[in-house]
């Protein structure tokens, strides 16, 4: 789906030499921090929502202060006693698209978002970050964590939906666990989201690197029902009262599907170890949306889910960018010429060096003049034509996962920056 995702920095994949000890920072349990996020084109804010604690905690337990990719926003948490940094992690939002709109330019609006961070045992200091374009900061909130503080809701313990594990390699303390929610499926129609489910994870773990890697990977199913059956169509005017409330029409284009309800999103999950989301919603139409480590949410029941929910899945847990591009957007906004984009498969060429250039043959033309063969996932070289943009953005194949639903495969620098994340999350 087309997103604007407006954030751009270098991609870097950090290992401090210190790390920190999971055990001697944080307790085995989840923070859950619920933000609002809020503005418009001229002045952004944060605001602190709501805390709260869950058992157990299912993220990383290494590499707690190190960034694999910078994202559109940060989270840093610092130790008041020691003032080192004792966790971090990036973003995208849903908020930070709809900057890019025509409407942010005439109202401002406010957008949920949650995060799970591991839980302090002693007193932290939380910094939130938001980025422009160009990777400058555009809003912050700093605030502290007392982990004895009374206001903190403790989250109950059972999972308060049916459930079944699709595919369990280990503990959540060892695994990257996914978690797949049911959107506009009824109860009586919890069978057929079981159905959909598997074939979500089965197209998932059909794809390099996903399937040379899947005994790192968890997956659990999750019956959230719904009171009607199917999602929102606003441009029919056909409203259906859904779990999520996720609706096509997003920022007013027909295909963007996504949910604004964050909070109840992770609502849903509590009780059920999770690190990245899957919404799967009940429809035949055509549609789907993507967000770094926030959710992706794909229709289910039209020929092209299976593709979809791979591309999606993408945006979502690797940071991917769309490298499809449209043949009258020559500047695009999402990508400045001058700025290096963070996600990995595309670039402006302005550090080409932190991208694939590693990984071609000596002497490819840059750009590469070989013209573009569709289905083409393999030959290597710099390929004009990415992130929306006809001009000044590159991809690195002819075709990818990433740039249309025809592709039977992830390009290999995709492949690559998907192996980096599972393995920056398992080791």
């Given at each position: 789906?087309?997103?604007?995702?407006?954030?751009l920095s270098f991609f870097i994949f950090v290992i401090t030499v210190s790390g920190q000890d999971f055990d001697t920072y944080f307790q085995d349990t989840t923070l859950r921090v619920d933000y609002l996020f809020s503005g418009n084109i001229k002045q952004q804010k944060i605001s602190l929502d709501h805390l709260s604690s869950i058992p157990c905690w299912a993220g990383r337990r290494h590499n707690l202060d190190a960034l694999p990719l910078e994202g559109?926003?940060?989270i840093t948490m610092r130790d008041i006693a020691t003032e080192e940094?004792?966790?971090?992690?990036?973003?995208?939002?849903?908020?930070?698209?709809?900057?890019t709109t025509d409407e942010a330019k005439r109202l401002s609006k406010g957008f949920e978002n949650t995060f799970t961070l591991p839980y302090p045992r002693r007193t932290a200091e939380i910094c939130v970050t938001l980025t422009d374009n160009r990777g400058k900061i555009a809003a912050s909130l700093t605030h502290l964590i007392d982990p004895a503080d009374i206001l903190i809701e403790k989250k109950q313990k059972s999972p308060s939906h049916p459930f079944k594990y699709l595919l369990k390699n280990g503990s959540y303390k060892d695994c990257i666990d996914i978690a797949i929610?049911?959107?506009?499926?009824?109860?009586?129609?919890?069978?057929?989201f079981y159905k959909d489910a598997r074939i979500a994870c089965d197209n998932l773990f059909s794809h390099e690197p996903f399937s040379k890697m899947k005994k790192r990977f968890n997956v659990i199913a999750v019956a959230s029902a719904s009171d009607n059956s199917g999602v929102s169509t606003p441009r029919h005017n056909d409203w259906r009262n859904t779990v999520f409330g996720s609706h096509f029409d997003t920022f007013y284009s027909p295909r963007y599907l996504t949910t604004k309800n964050v909070k109840t999103v992770h609502d849903i999950l509590t009780g059920i170890p999770y690190e990245h989301i899957v919404i799967l919603a009940n429809t035949d139409v055509y549609g789907g949306g993507g967000i770094y480590n926030a959710f992706t949410l794909t229709s289910t029941h039209h020929d092209q889910f299976g593709p979809v929910?791979?591309?999606?899945?993408?945006?979502?847990?690797?940071?991917?960018?769309d490298e499809y591009f449209y043949e009258n957007d020559i500047f695009s906004e999402s990508y400045p010429n001058d700025t290096e984009p963070w996600e990995q498969n595309i670039t402006t060429l302005v550090d080409f060096g932190s991208k694939w250039k590693d990984m071609l043959a000596p002497g490819t033309p840059i750009p590469d003049k070989y013209t573009p063969k569709n289905g083409d996932c393999r030959t290597l070289g710099i390929y004009e034509g990415a992130g929306y943009s006809a001009k000044g953005v590159y991809r690195s194949t002819p075709d990818c996962r990433m740039k249309s639903n025809e592709a039977r495969e992830f390009c290999p620098v995709c492949r690559r920056a998907l192996e980096r994340l599972i393995l920056f999350y398992t080791e």
């Open positions: 789906m087309k997103k604007s995702l407006t954030i559109n926003g940060q940094i004792i966790y971090r992690m990036s973003f995208s939002s849903l908020f930070q698209e709809w900057l929610l049911a959107e506009g499926y009824t109860a009586a129609e919890t069978e057929l929910i791979v591309h999606e899945f993408g945006h979502s847990f690797g940071g991917l960018a």
